[in-house]
């Protein structure tokens, strides 16, 4: 690995790190990259007797509500809420888990990491990705005229007219994938 840079993923889950200190910049995004922060999508897959009864209820339920707002277009904060939330009022209890104990709690920012990054809600994922190309249109269009002269930019309108280009091409994947 070359020196000054990290792998954007890292297939270990553990990262290349060689020294303490660099860790926080160089582990991966991903929840195995984060073993002292409870997940509770990641802690059922890992729990061999969780076929069948309450845990796998729970987890099917939580699956669901991820997968109906995802059907819904929800945008992605407003999914984190929901799961968050319905973990902590009606599952939270009833967890007992052998490393984090009796009721762990499951952080918003650990819930994003999983919805983000485990390839189980590719929807969401989209979604957010859809969501980067509006802000990206919105923040072309702002700064689109001079307002001292009235004149479009024409470095601006360039790179609204590509990031366009780029989006309608997003389109047409995504419905594929969706169909
Ligand atoms: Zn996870």
């Given at each position: 690995m070359a020196e000054g840079v990290a792998s954007a993923y890292h297939f270990d889950g553990a990262g290349d790190a060689s020294e303490e200190e660099d860790e926080a910049h160089c582990r991966g995004p991903q929840c195995?990259?984060?073993?002292?922060?409870?997940?509770?999508?990641?802690?059922?897959?890992?729990?061999?007797?969780?076929?069948?009864?309450?845990?796998?209820?729970?987890?099917?339920?939580?699956?669901?509500?991820v997968e109906t707002m995802s059907s819904q277009s929800r945008e992605f904060p407003a999914i984190t809420a929901a799961v968050h939330s319905a973990y902590r009022v009606q599952i939270q209890h009833l967890i007992s888990d052998p490393v984090f104990g009796t009721a762990p709690a499951w952080s918003r920012k650990s819930i994003i990491r999983h919805l983000t990054y485990s390839n189980q809600f590719k929807g969401v994922f989209r979604a957010g990705v859809t969501q980067i190309f509006h802000s990206l249109v919105d923040a072309h269009n702002r700064n689109m005229k001079d307002r001292a002269t009235g004149q479009i930019i024409e470095s601006e309108r360039v790179a609204l007219m590509s990031t366009l280009a780029t989006y309608m091409k997003w389109e047409a994947f995504s419905k594929q994938l969706s169909k």
């Open positions: 195995s990259s984060f073993p002292d922060e409870f997940c509770f999508f990641c802690a059922y897959e890992r729990d061999p007797n969780a076929e069948h009864g309450t845990a796998s209820d729970l987890y099917g339920s939580l699956q669901s509500l």
